[in-house]
């Protein structure tokens, strides 16, 4: 039945979901630029000695969770050894108070600074209202996996195209593109509904953020994951209303277009399906609501020491030190960890910083693009 797989993946390898995104950014599937290293003291990285780490140190026990259930010999690729160079640091992790963060990190790691400058966006978990049945004004359909949706793995075929994912569904033995947004819209898929949203502006913003708590009209709250993505290139519409002329370039932000969508209701669904990208999700209880939803590495979300990266150049559970600053131009200096990706994150001194959930990391996270420096923390144990 799937023999022919890894001939269509020679031909479809380039195809790539994603989770997070920035507006203005398009998802452009070229090699990965390379990741240079140096060197470098803790006291010469800016802000270190005056950051917080206790937030970090916790994102990081979180990852050890899963590294320590990894067989020893496992490679985990790029800069970053085997699970064994890991593994011992993990304990020492898992055992430190957080009034200990910044000693554990300097006793256990050295810094690496990645050469050159590069952007960081921010990306959140917003709040929606929908319901079960479709009534009202909850009209709008967020879908489980459907049944017919192939998701393919390209790093389990080639090593080179770690971190790159597609999507299609199978005809004839054939694996096609699975339908783009605007043919979903029109044809609904064979595919659970989850719940049905108040908000089609909302919801599509849902797709973009990845995951997101529902507040159901019964009173219950519930948090939707993402599950898959119908393959189809993420076109943010930010670049869209620009070439229209709908909206300065240096004036796109999140709350901009969400502004134009809300005020222009009869051009908007045709806005939002210049964007062929569409997301799958599956349902989960809300857990600790302090935390978020499980990233690409399977651990819940810290926010503001959570970060979305390349997986063709960076491996989850990194400590990432950024340098960079908030939309309003105060520095923002903090320890992160690599614990997800998404589909606008490329590049080797490129990061999504997870905000957190509500208003105000939504407003934060939309008006996040600013340049900065990123430093890679790594093991002394793998260190020369």
């Not at 690729?77 to 000693?103: E, F, I, M, N």
């Not at 879908?143 to 998701?151: E, F, G, R, T, W």
């Not at 979305?308 to 990432?320: E, N, S």
């Not at 990123?374 to 144990?381: A, E, G, I, N």
Request: glycine share 10%.
């Amino acid at each position: 039945m799937r023999s022919r797989l890894p001939g269509l993946l020679i031909l479809l390898a380039f195809a790539v979901a994603g989770v997070t995104g920035w507006f203005l950014l398009p998802h452009k599937s070229v090699p990965p630029e390379k990741l240079t290293l140096t060197r470098i003291a803790f006291d010469d990285i800016p802000g270190w000695s005056q950051s917080d780490q206790r937030a970090a140190l916790g994102a990081f026990q979180r990852s050890c969770a899963l590294l320590l259930k990894q067989m020893p010999q496992a490679e985990l690729g790029a800069y970053a050894g085997h699970a064994s160079d890991w593994q011992g640091v993990c304990k020492s992790a898992l055992s430190t108070d957080p009034a200990g963060a910044r000693a554990f990190f300097t006793g256990n790691f050295v810094a690496e600074e990645a050469a050159g400058e590069g952007l960081f966006t921010g990306y959140y978990e917003p709040l929606l209202h929908g319901s079960r049945t479709r009534h009202g004004a909850y009209q709008t359909p967020v879908y489980a996996v459907p049944d017919d949706l192939v998701s393919v793995d390209l790093g389990l075929f080639r090593p080179e195209w770690k971190g790159e994912r597609m999507a299609g569904r199978l005809s004839k033995q054939h694996l096609v593109p699975y339908p783009a947004r605007a043919d979903i819209d029109a044809r609904p898929p064979e595919a659970k509904v989850l719940f049905f949203g108040d908000d089609p502006v909302a919801v599509f913003f849902l797709h973009i953020q990845g995951s997101g708590r529902v507040l159901l009209d019964d009173g219950s709250i519930i948090r939707v994951t993402y599950a898959g993505q119908n393959g189809r290139p993420y076109t943010p519409i930010g670049r869209t209303l620009v070439h229209s002329g709908a909206l300065p370039r240096d004036k796109v932000s999140m709350q901009t277009i969400r502004a134009w969508l809300k005020a222009n209701p009869s051009a908007a669904q045709g806005v939002m399906e210049t964007d062929q990208s569409f997301v799958f999700f599956s349902e989960s209880p809300v857990g600790d609501a302090a935390l978020g939803a499980d990233g690409a590495e399977g651990v819940a979300l810290t926010p503001m020491a959570s970060i979305a990266v390349d997986l063709r150049i960076h491996v989850l559970g990194t400590p990432v030190f950024i340098d960079t600053a908030t939309p309003d131009g105060h520095a923002l200096r903090r320890l992160f960890v690599a614990q997800d990706t998404g589909g606008a994150i490329r590049g080797p001194v490129r990061a999504d910083i997870y905000f957190g959930f509500g208003d105000k990391a939504a407003n934060l996270a939309g008006e996040m693009k600013s340049p900065g420096h990123l430093y890679v923390l790594v093991p002394r144990s793998i260190a020369p």
